[in-house]
């Protein structure tokens, strides 16, 4: 009996946001953040606690912070893999 056909690995969850993609931060466990701050996606990171992680940084800082996905949004809607809902559809 072949052991490889009765396993299948998990399905690892695609990051929204790619690197070198500008974001913004929604909130950060109660620490305030310019809400004028862009960050860059540095780095994806694997889940924790059921939400994928990145490395990010402002330019105007020196350090990096590590921010789970469902804390971000896309700096502008144009920056995001979501704008094809955005695409207009020809007409016949």
């Known amino acids: 009996m ?3 056909r ?3 690995t998990p399905d690892t969850p695609n990051h929204r946001f790619a690197i070198g993609q500008k974001v913004r931060m929604k909130g950060w466990g109660g620490n305030k953040v310019k ?4 960050f ?3 780095a994806t990171l694997p ?3 059921g939400s994928l992680q990145y490395r990010i940084r402002d330019d105007e800082e020196k ?3 590590i921010a789970t ?3 971000l949004e896309a700096a502008d809607m144009w920056s995001s893999k979501e704008r094809s809902t955005f695409d207009l559809k020809e007409e016949s």
């Open 2 to 4: 072949n052991m490889h």
């Open 6 to 8: 009765r396993y299948k």
């Open 35 to 38: 809400s004028a701050a862009t």
């Open 40 to 42: 860059r996606i540095m």
């Open 47 to 49: 889940a924790a606690g």
């Open 63 to 65: 350090h990096e912070r």
């Open 69 to 71: 996905e469902d804390n």
